[in-house]
C-alpha cells in the first residue's frame, strides 16, 4: 500500500513536474463538487464524500475529531431511516388504478365548438350594445342641433 503523501510533499512535487497539478485532482475537490451537485439535487449523496470532508476538516484543526465522528454517526443514521422510509413508502404504496380513457376527439371539437360559440355570441351582445350607445349618442346630437335652430 501506498503511503500518503503529506501537503508539503504534495506541493513540492507538484511544483517540481510541470503539468502535473492539471492531472491530478484532490480527493477532497472531488468530495466537494460531489456534495455541491448533491446539494442542488443535480447528483446523489455519497457517504464517502462527507468522510472525505470530515476527515479533511479534522486533519486541519477545523473541527475537533470528536464532533466529527458525531458527525458521521447522525449522516449514517439520518441516511438509514431515509432508505427505510422509501423502502417502506414502495412497499406499502396502493395498486395503481387504471388510467382513465382519454376524450375523443370528436368531444374535445365538441367543446371546442362550444366555447366559439360562446365567444361568438359575446361579441354579438357587445356589438349590439355599442351601436345602440352610438345610436343614442347621435339622436343626442340631432336633438341639439334641432333646438339651436
Known amino acids: 500500500m501506498a503511503a500518503e503523501l503529506g501537503g508539503s510533499q504534495l506541493s513540492s512535487l507538484l ?3 510541470p503539468g502535473l497539478a492539471s492531472v491530478l485532482r484532490s480527493p477532497v475537490a472531488d468530495a466537494i463538487v460531489n456534495m455541491i451537485r448533491a ?10 464524500d462527507a468522510k472525505e470532508l470530515i476527515q479533511f476538516a479534522t486533519r486541519r484543526g477545523l473541527i475537533p475529531s470528536a464532533e466529527g465522528a458525531a458527525l458521521l454517526e447522525e449522516v449514517e443514521a439520518s ?3 431515509s432508505r427505510s422510509k422509501t423502502r417502506a413508502i414502495k412497499s406499502s404504496s396502493a395498486p395503481k388504478r387504471p388510467a382513465k380513457p382519454k ?3 370528436p368531444v374535445a371539437k365538441a367543446k371546442a365548438a362550444k366555447t366559439t360559440s360562446k365567444h361568438k355570441a359575446a361579441k354579438q351582445v357587445a356589438k349590439k350594445k355599442a351601436t345602440k350607445k352610438a345610436a343614442k349618442k347621435t339622436k343626442a346630437k340631432v ?3 334641432k333646438k339651436k335652430r
Not at 446539494?39 to 464517502?48: D, I, K, L, P, T
Open 15 to 17: 511544483e517540481t513536474v
Open 79 to 81: 441516511l438509514s431511516r
Open 103 to 105: 376524450a375523443s376527439k
Open 39 to 48: 446539494a442542488s439535487g443535480s447528483g446523489e449523496f455519497r457517504m464517502q
Open 143 to 145: 336633438a341639439k342641433k
